[in-house]
């Protein structure tokens, strides 16, 4: 058998050097494993899809700086329409420098920034426009925004544009209220998918002024047109006005609960706290206690859960419009 030493024998190994006795490799060290550096993570190293999923979480602002950044990131906001309709305007405002970047992206499906251009052209806040025509020009932009926020508004919400729009009107002739009143009646007949909401919206303007008996039956044809058309809270309303009349007769009182009920389970919400009102008060179905209170339990829950970033921003626009 032959020792180690043996087998090194005629070379040797010392303080991590490998050679021989002769000269030419007495000074050749040993070759040394070289570990890699893993490679470095950046922002362009992810997937499209994770980058789509990122990019629709920034604000306006953030997401001009992001697009300036590298030609990849620039392709996929522009060839995306759920980037820019998902953008957040929140603490910002259409202004003359700005209102392109809410107008892209309102045209894109930006609902906060269809609002948000509806509110500043209808108070004239933002976009600077010359005095010659102000009430028309805006009317008619405040118009266009607010018929496209109805068509983006989310689903079981309520039609929201008659808040804005609501008197009192400038009694000059020139005010840009009656103006977005008009532009959006014409809209009706040229958009037959937004007409349920908008009619709700014109009637209840209608309904805000003085009871005069023209304002009066012209607000109950808006309801009745917008309700066959499937707008909801239209037909609830017109539900309000039946419900007094058959008050008296038990049969037609019964279908009209009958109705509620099922205008509760489709998700109007004045429906829904109609008939927890009557369920806790005098039970006018005359279901037990028990069940009573299991059929509203069970309405509620059946209903989608309200979108709280839609009920901040309409909650926003409405105090903006009662602030003098």
């Not at 570990?35 to 629709?56: A, F, H, I, M």
């Not at 929140?90 to 970047?101: E, G, R, T, Y």
């Not at 933002?126 to 008619?140: I, K, N, Q, T, Y």
Request: aromatic content about 8%; some cysteine; charged content about 25%.
């Amino acid at each position: 058998m032959y020792s180690i030493d043996t087998l090194l024998s005629p070379f040797e190994m010392k303080a991590g050097v490998v050679h021989c006795r002769c000269s030419k490799c007495f000074s050749v060290p040993t070759k040394r494993r070289v570990r890699k550096r893993p490679p470095s993570l950046t922002l362009l190293s992810l997937p499209d899809e994770v980058l789509l999923c990122v990019l629709q979480c920034l604000s306006a602002e953030d997401l001009l700086s992001i697009r300036a950044v590298h030609s990849r990131l620039r392709d996929i906001i522009d060839g995306h329409s759920s980037v820019w309709a998902r953008v957040s305007f929140k603490d910002n405002w259409p202004a003359p420098q700005s209102v392109w970047l809410f107008e892209r992206a309102a045209e894109k499906g930006n609902f906060e920034a269809a609002v948000k251009l509806g509110i500043a052209y209808l108070y004239n806040e933002g976009p600077s426009l010359s005095d010659e025509g102000r009430a028309e020009v805006c009317g008619r932009k405040a118009a266009w925004f607010f018929g496209l926020a109805e068509s983006l508004r989310p689903s079981g919400a309520d039609p929201f544009v008659w808040v804005f729009i609501r008197p009192p009107w400038s009694p000059s002739g020139s005010c840009c209220k009656a103006v977005v009143f008009d532009r959006l009646k014409a809209e009706c007949d040229a958009h037959t998918e937004k007409r349920g909401s908008l009619l709700h919206s014109l009637a209840r303007v209608l309904q805000l002024f003085d009871e005069e008996e023209k304002t009066v039956r012209e607000a109950q044809a808006l309801l009745e047109e917008s309700s066959r058309h499937g707008c909801l809270q239209s037909s609830y309303l017109l539900w309000e006005r039946r419900r007094a009349a058959a008050v008296a007769d038990p049969g037609r009182y019964l279908q009209c609960l009958r109705t509620l009920r099922d205008y509760a389970a489709k998700g109007c919400w004045e429906a829904q706290l109609a008939l927890a009102k009557l369920c806790c008060s005098g039970n006018p179905l005359g279901l037990e206690q028990r069940t009573c209170a299991d059929l509203v339990a069970q309405v509620f829950r059946s209903c989608p859960a309200p979108r709280r970033r839609t009920e901040d921003l309409l909650r926003r626009g409405i105090n903006d419009t009662m602030t003098p």
